[in-house]
């Protein structure tokens, strides 16, 4: 079964500095990626996904993840955060087959201070 | 499009009572529904997956026999926690697969149970 890391438990940022958060999966196959943010006190919202071609994806509020195929990773990026991105960040996999579910990892809590 | 609702929001009940949870796919047909919980601070976490018109998968771990799932129609799947204890306080979230967009899940905003 395929499995998701998260290493960053929580990240402390300046308002305007780059983000990198880090999500490696274990699993063979293909994979489909998606990084989710939830807000505190609402629910889930998709960031990105990927699931073929380009590696690098654009998401939505300026975040970016790019697929290393070698390395396993997805790692989620923003050049310049804000005080709003302040949430919890959850990287997800599931097999590009059948109608396997969404795995998720443990999760990253980003707090952005001024 | 592609949106998930539950209902209710928050519930809190005694212990050892039965509480019921709806999740309904709005604007499409979901073939597929997935059941997660989430504990404060932490990830979610699978408990079963279900097709229409199928009995739910439940993952590893889970009671199935309290953790009741029916996913009688294309928009509408109920989870009922029979017998509710404290530490099923939980929020529980519910997940939607339609035909198209084959391996996106839409989710729904969670229910929050708080058992007394």
């Known amino acids: 079964a395929q499995s998701v890391s998260q290493h960053n438990h929580h990240v402390i940022l300046s308002e305007a500095a780059s983000l990198e958060l880090g999500c490696n999966y274990s699993?063979?196959?293909?994979?489909?990626l998606f990084w989710y943010v939830q807000y505190p006190g609402q629910h889930l919202q998709l960031l990105l996904k990927?699931?073929?071609?380009?590696?690098l994806v654009k998401g939505i509020k300026g975040f970016e993840a790019e697929f290393i195929k070698s390395k396993f990773s997805f790692n989620l990026r923003k050049p310049s955060v804000q005080w709003s991105d302040t949430a919890e960040y959850f990287c997800?996999?599931?097999?590009?087959?059948?109608?396997?579910?969404?795995?998720f990892g443990k999760g990253t809590r980003l707090s952005v201070i001024a | 499009g592609a949106v998930v609702s539950q209902h209710p929001s928050w519930v809190i009940c005694k212990s050892g009572t039965s509480v019921k949870i709806e999740c309904r796919s709005l604007?499409?047909?979901?073939?597929?529904m997935f059941w997660y919980r989430q504990f404060p601070k932490q990830s979610l976490m699978l408990m079963a997956t279900?097709?229409?018109?199928?009995?739910?998968?439940?993952e590893q771990g889970v009671e199935k026999d309290k953790f009741l799932i029916n996913h009688a129609s294309l928009t509408l799947s109920t989870l009922t926690v029979t017998s509710a204890h404290p530490e099923d306080s939980s929020f529980y979230i519910c997940?939607?697969?339609?035909?198209?967009?084959?391996?996106?899940?839409?989710f729904g905003p969670g229910t929050r149970l708080t058992v007394t």
């Open positions: 997940s939607a697969r339609g035909t198209s967009g084959k391996y996106e899940q839409y």
């Open positions: 699993y063979g196959g293909t994979v489909n």
């Open positions: 990927y699931f073929s071609g380009d590696p």
């Open positions: 997800a996999v599931n097999v590009n087959s059948g109608n396997t579910p969404l795995v």
């Open positions: 604007d499409f047909q979901a073939t597929t």
């Open positions: 279900s097709n229409e018109g199928s009995k739910a998968t439940y």
